[in-house]
């Protein structure tokens, strides 16, 4: 393996770091008392070195190896983004045993159904609200047989033997490791990159989550390449504000972290993301598409409600960059005058804008999981945030395409990263192999078997080809992509993508496959409704009486229009225009398992749930009455009642266009 | 903070705080008559009763913000008939106001800094200049705010000015700034008056921690049954400025004559 030994090079050294905790001994010795993660708190930022988190992790590892913990074991960790749950994952890898990491939002089932699954011996919890939702499944995991908690806050009358404070278990490991001189050492010598560091599970739009198993040289290996791409540098800094569930932000946060040795930040709380972004400045930054565009939505309510100069200027300067502001990014040629304005513009508006984003020192920001809208893209890139998307699975530790610098589409993926080919099987469907493949799914090799071959090629699912530049164009889910009756392609996520890059739409769903016409639900965006609403002198009282109003469906119809008007002129949808629709009376939400928890629409599951609405949609009906089920935040139940008012669109003559 | 509680649990200690008789009237208007109640130390005590029944009156005798023209009030063991509101509020004694009183156009934390007011020790001119102690002095109590910044989990609005926060958001802040001062005895005016069922259902877990956590006794005032009854230990029952009961939740629950005030009864 040429790659193998590419990274172990790169690392400096003839002795090879083919795993997490070993790097993390060499890091300590390498950098020292350079900044390996800081965390804010108590309103101040506070730093730990390499020396530091060496120790740190040190000291758990023993405390766990003091309370039993052995190879293969699995142990869950569940909490925000705190260094020191990333430290306990190094410890539980320093014994050989398996971090599970796990969504910090989702409810006791969910919970459990992982646990249990994973047959965690061991949970690290970050606070209280998390080992109430252990406690609540421990009877149900009959495996799960200790359970270490960091924050201390409200726990002073839990008095279970199996709670263990994380810092009891360190000053246990601490005694241990004088007792037993040695034993960390030879238990982090013992492991090679081979094995399994982390299970991943995948949130999955459909069925049970599955366990992701990748090894150490998976994650060392795609993180190294990631780096070499982008040149990563030893100086940048992370902000590590994503779920640790979440493949991306193993790679990022935790993955090139220990590999490149930059440091990361993790914010104050899950409500001052924003404000810690502005604060540390990251180089190196990933976000959704959602928050991309939730920033912008910001930025442009902001500005409506601002003075009528500083509109202007912001107007006219966001022409400029419009115009000039992605060839300058893109190092090709501008006129001169465009070039001097976008200097000025850069002192006026864009340095300033980018400032109370946070962006101000971004060298490399990516965007991935959805597709972004073009305008939100452009918005970005006009600015010079070098926005880049990518395209990747938590099979393949993420990195399977990325868009390298200066060849930036807003509709493509990208090329294929460093050691990964890609080919496009007959049925149209996306296929890859590389270093980071995954070993196998946890407990699951029929879903092994059907999703990786042989030889290593892996299925993505998704349907997609490649354009004249090589550049990869995904259209949809490959079994989501269908046929009208009239035998016109479907393509739902296209279509969806299509309306939600408007302000308006928050969530849209498409039906068609098998149906005469397109129809589609729609969910508006609160915020930026009601501001709409607000400046018109529309008054309403709740979400749903907003949904209803007839102003507030004109307006999400003439984005359906815009949106036929787009799909006429592609000739291979022209045919998949929208023939009706209606604006939901609430909105999808993930505890009512409409939207995944990394928020994707759960398209069945919405469709079996509003059934009646589907209906109506393929009937004549102008209204429809339903009563839906409904969570609160606080677990309760209850019922939404509403009539909902269907609408048609007229179809735009397709245009003919010569590609 | 002052910590009473061991690792086993709250503990409540012997009173610290009893009113005798006390009496109060403006004019020809009888506020209070003749109320007698005791607060043990550690314990949440709630004062109830229907709108006009004395409980704010009592709340502000209490602070020494209103001098009753009858009874005695004993705090921490010395019994006085008059009580300044500076002086309450040097021996441990802070509360919240029904309408929020913030400084509306500062920061949340600096709102809360003021609460630390009676424990700063330089003087003004020492502060202006911001050298050596008073600076030193400023970072300590800073921390200490910090500390319930991050107990309130107020940690994103820092910085807001609290004019902009929602309700429930300044009822919190206004908790921290009586925090701030280290109370012994907390006194708190309607403090889920006006909040949802979800903000209602924080500032009782608030509350009750606060109590858990440090120690801190608190009386409140509060319209809401379920909440009163959810988080109190002892809950004494005002109406026309008379006492009507005294007892734990379920013994006030049942009790005959609070059922008719807030009921209505046929008197016959």
Known sequence: MNDTDKASTDHGGTETFDTFPKLLIENARRYGDKHAMREKEFGIWQSWTWNEL???????????????????????????????????????????????PMYQDSVAEELQYVVDHAEARFAIAENQEQVDKLLEIKDRCSKLEQIVFDESRGMRHYEQSFLQSYRGVQAKGREFDTANPGYYEAEVAKGSGKDVSIILYTSGTTGRPKGVMLTHDNVRLTAANGIERDGLRQDEEVLAYLP???????????????????????????????????????????????????????????????????RKMFHYFMDIARRAGIAILDGKQVAAIDRFLYRIGGFLVYGPLKNTLGFSRIRIAYTAGEAIGPDIFDFYRSLGVNVKQLYGQTEAAVFVTMQPDGEIKPDTVGTPALGVEIKIADSGEVMYRGPGVFHCYYKNPEATAQTKTEDGWVYTGDAGFFDDD???????????????????????????NKLKFFPYVKEAVAYGNGRDYVATFINMDLEAVGNWAERRNISYGSYQDLAGRKEVINLVGECVKKVNADLAGDPHLCGSQIRRFLVLHKELDADD??????????????????????????????????????????????????????????????????? | MSNGNGAGGRRIGDVILKLESVSLHFGGVQALEDVSFDVLEGEVRA?????????????????GFYHPQGGTITYKGKTRKQMRTHEAAAQGIARTFQNIALFKGMTTLDNIMTGRNLKMRRNFLWQGLYLGPARREEMQHRAFVEGIIDFLEIQAIRKTPVGKLPYGLQKRVELGRALAAEPDLLLLDEPMAGMNTEEKEDMCRFVLDVNDEFGTTIVLIEHDMGVVMDISDRVVVLDYGRRLADGTPDEVRNDKDVIDAYLGAVHD
């Open chain 1, 54 to 100: 060496a120790d740190s992790v040190r000291a758990l590892a023993c405390g766990l190896a003091a309370m039993g913990l052995k190879r293969e074991d699995k142990v869950a960790i569940i909490g925000d983004n705190r260094p020191r749950l990333y430290g306990a994952m190094c410890a539980v890898q320093s014994l050989g045993a398996i971090p599970v």
């Open chain 1, 244 to 310: 640790m569930a979440w493949v991306g932000d193993h790679i990022f946060s935790f993955g090139q972290c220990y590999v490149a040795g930059f440091c990361v930040s993790c914010p104050e709380s899950r409500s001052t993301v924003m404000e810690d972004l502005r604060e540390i400045g990251p180089t190196y930054f990933f976000a959704p598409p959602a928050i991309y565009e939730n920033l912008l939505t910001t930025v442009m309510i902001r500005m409506e409600d601002a003075g009528a100069i500083k």
């Open chain 1, 470 to 496: 090589g550049h990869l164009k995904i259209i949809d889910r490959a079994k989501d992509v269908g046929k009208l009756n009239d035998g016109s392609m479907f393509a739902p996520k296209y279509i969806e």
């Open chain 2, 47 to 63: 004062i109830i009763g229907p709108n006009g029944a004395g409980k704010s009156s009592m709340l502000n005798c209490i602070n």
């Open chain 1, 593 to 659: 398992g409409e939207l995944t928890r990394t928020r994707k629409v759960r398209r069945s599951f919405v469709a079996e749930r509003y059934n009646d609405l589907v209906d109506a949609l393929y009937s004549d009906a102008e209204t429809c009455h339903v009563e839906t089920q409904m969570t609160f935040e606080d677990g309760r139940t209850g019922t939404l009642e509403a009539n909902i008012e269907l609408r048609e669109v007229d179809s735009v003559a397709p245009v003919a266009k010569a590609s």
